[in-house]
Each structure stands twice: as structure tokens, then as C-alpha cells.
């Protein structure tokens, strides 16, 4: 069965600062693979996906996320974080008629 | 992307009463609708998929008698948590697609937060 594992469940940085947030995934066949994030109030936003070609994807608000097979890995990373980057982020895996496995989701801190 | 809203935003009520939770796509014709439920720090879970007109197909474990799911419209489906019970208590988020393949996006309402008391 598909499943997502997010390691951290909270994560903080500073202002300005490099951001990694880790996703492994299992799945039999090539991974639909997505990040949201959920502010508080508001409904999970889409940040990327990944479906084939070009291993690392480019999102919305300056985010990417590098798909690596040999790792099963999806990880989030934002090379300056905002103080509006607050929110928490899940990653999730296509399991088949658009269903989709959502990890636990990572609290996301940015200190000032 | 769609505008999803569901309402109420947070309900409290009773054990044993029944409590209604609709999910509107405002802007989009949502031929698909999910449910899903999510435990306080844990990840969305589904509950079930929902087409347009038709009957919705619930995930293994999850009662269909005691989570009524109504989607008579493209714009709107409903979720009765029928007969609740403290154990319901859970934030109930929906979300729509313009269809049930090829991974079309999904939009997410901003949830709701049901306690039973």
C-alpha cells in the first residue's frame, strides 16, 4: 500500500535562512508526488507536483522539490524563507483515481 | 484554482444529534468531491469519493450509515455525521476535481472543526 512519511513534525528557521523539508514515499510504480500547505483558516494550497520528466519541479512562492527514485524521496526546499512561510506542510503520493496518501505533515516555524 | 468553502467552520453539539457539513465549490463545476478527516497532528485521512448524481464510495473502515455523503450537485456535496459521538470529533475537510483520473487537481475547502460533547 502507498504511504508518506515526513520525518519532522516541527521545523524551525530563521528568517532568510535555507529550507529542507523531507518526504519519502512507497509505491510500487512511478509516484505521483505533491506538496500542499495548509494555513490556519485556509484550505490546503497545491505548491507543486510531480508526475514525469525533469526531476526537480519548480512551484508557486519560490519553492521546488527534487524527486529522487533511488531515495524514494520528494523534498521541499526554499533557498530563502519569509516570515509568511509559516504554515504546516504536507507531502503526499497519487494512490490511483485521484486518491491521494498524505504524510503527517511538518509544522513549519520561521523566527525573525 | 477553485474557491471551496465549507460551513459551518466549527460546530459543537451533543452526543447523539446528527450535524450537517456542506462543501460549495464556488467558481468550479466539481464533478468529484472528496472527504477526508484529520486527527490533531496527524495526516488527512480519506473518508470517501464522491461523483456527481452518483452514490460515493467510502474507504475500507469507514461506517457509510454513520457518514451520509450527498453530492447532488456539481457545486455542492454534504456530510452528515449521523448519530455523533465524541470519537467523531475531528476536523472534516472536502475537496473537489473536475474529474476522478489523470490526477486532476484537487482544491481544499479550509475545513471543519467538529466537537462532540
Known amino acids: 500500500a502507498q504511504s508518506v512519511t515526513q520525518p519532522d513534525i516541527h521545523i524551525t528557521v530563521s528568517e532568510g535562512a535555507s529550507l529542507e523539508l523531507r518526504c519519502n514515499y512507497s509505491?510500487?510504480?512511478?509516484?505521483?508526488l505533491f506538496w500542499y500547505v495548509q494555513s490556519p483558516g485556509q484550505g490546503l494550497q497545491l505548491l507543486l507536483k510531480?508526475?514525469?520528466?525533469?526531476?526537480l519541479v519548480q512551484g508557486i512562492k519560490g519553492f521546488e522539490a527534487e524527486f529522487k527514485r533511488s531515495q524514494s524521496s520528494f523534498n521541499l526546499r526554499k533557498p530563502s524563507v519569509h516570515w509568511s512561510d509559516a504554515a504546516e506542510y504536507f507531502c503526499?503520493?497519487?494512490?490511483?483515481?485521484?486518491?491521494?496518501?498524505f504524510g503527517a505533515g511538518t509544522i513549519l516555524r520561521v523566527k525573525s | 484554482g477553485a474557491v471551496v468553502s465549507q460551513h459551518p467552520s466549527r460546530v459543537i453539539c451533543k452526543s447523539g444529534t446528527s450535524v450537517k457539513i456542506e462543501c460549495r465549490s464556488l467558481?468550479?463545476?466539481?464533478?468529484?468531491m472528496f472527504w477526508y478527516r484529520q486527527f490533531p497532528k496527524q495526516s488527512l485521512m480519506l473518508m470517501a469519493t464522491s461523483n456527481e448524481g452518483s452514490k460515493a464510495t467510502y474507504e475500507q473502515g469507514v461506517e457509510k450509515d454513520k457518514f451520509l455523503i450527498n453530492h447532488a450537485s456539481l457545486t455542492l456535496s454534504t456530510l452528515t455525521v449521523t448519530s455523533a459521538h465524541p470519537e467523531d470529533s475531528s476536523f472534516y475537510i472536502c475537496?473537489?476535481?473536475?474529474?476522478?483520473?489523470?490526477?486532476?487537481?484537487?482544491?481544499f475547502g479550509p475545513g471543519t472543526r467538529l466537537t462532540v460533547l
Open positions: 509505491y510500487g510504480a512511478t509516484p505521483y
Open positions: 503526499a503520493v497519487g494512490a490511483g483515481g485521484n486518491k491521494l496518501v
Open positions: 467558481d468550479f463545476q466539481a464533478t468529484t
Open positions: 475537496s473537489v476535481s473536475q474529474g476522478a483520473g489523470s490526477y486532476n487537481e484537487q482544491f
Open positions: 510531480y508526475f514525469s520528466g525533469d526531476t
